[in-house]
């Protein structure tokens, strides 16, 4: 039986592609509202560090993390290239700061790797897969587990 292009496409998933340093990460186009510019956030005491405060999109408190400081990366200035994008995490709206986004692409089934696997200790239940392109691995991230249960509790309590 042949592979029509309606087939195709249901085995493909497009992401939205950014950068954290010198790697390429992706999370699903489905996840994603939007992406602006990097603004200041309000600052909420008491917070873990990478939780950067709050800011006001259009009426809504939106909580804003650090995916650098989330993944315990060294940190970076903001720059000219920094974004946020805007979320849907777990139900919630939700802000991650990230170096740059770069594109958005699709993947076919086939070029999604099952995640590494590493001795225990070591919580990748956030990556989703490795996807493939030309050549070069795009950590898929499930935006849904990138934070705890924990986390999200002190997340909606800001």
């Known amino acids: 039986m042949a592979v029509t292009a309606a087939d195709h496409k249901s085995l493909s998933s497009q992401y939205v592609t950014f950068l954290l340093g010198n790697e390429t990460y992706g999370i699903s186009i489905l996840k994603l509202n939007e992406i602006i510019a990097y603004q200041s956030c309000t600052t909420i005491p008491n917070v873990p560090g990478f939780i950067k405060g709050v800011l006001n999109l259009r009426g809504i408190v939106v909580p804003v993390i650090d995916l650098r400081e989330r993944f315990s990366m060294e940190k970076k200035p ?25 594109d958005v692409i699709t993947l076919p089934r086939d070029a999604v790797k099952p995640r590494p696997h590493f001795s225990t200790g070591i919580s990748l239940q956030f990556i989703q897969g490795m996807g493939v392109k030309d050549d070069k691995f795009i950590i898929l991230l499930d935006v849904d587990k990138l934070l705890s249960d924990a986390e999200l509790d002190i997340v909606d309590g800001v």
């Open 78 to 102: 903001y720059d000219q290239f920094t974004v946020i994008m805007i979320l849907d995490v777990s139900g919630r709206t939700m802000g991650l700061i990230v170096d740059a986004v770069s």
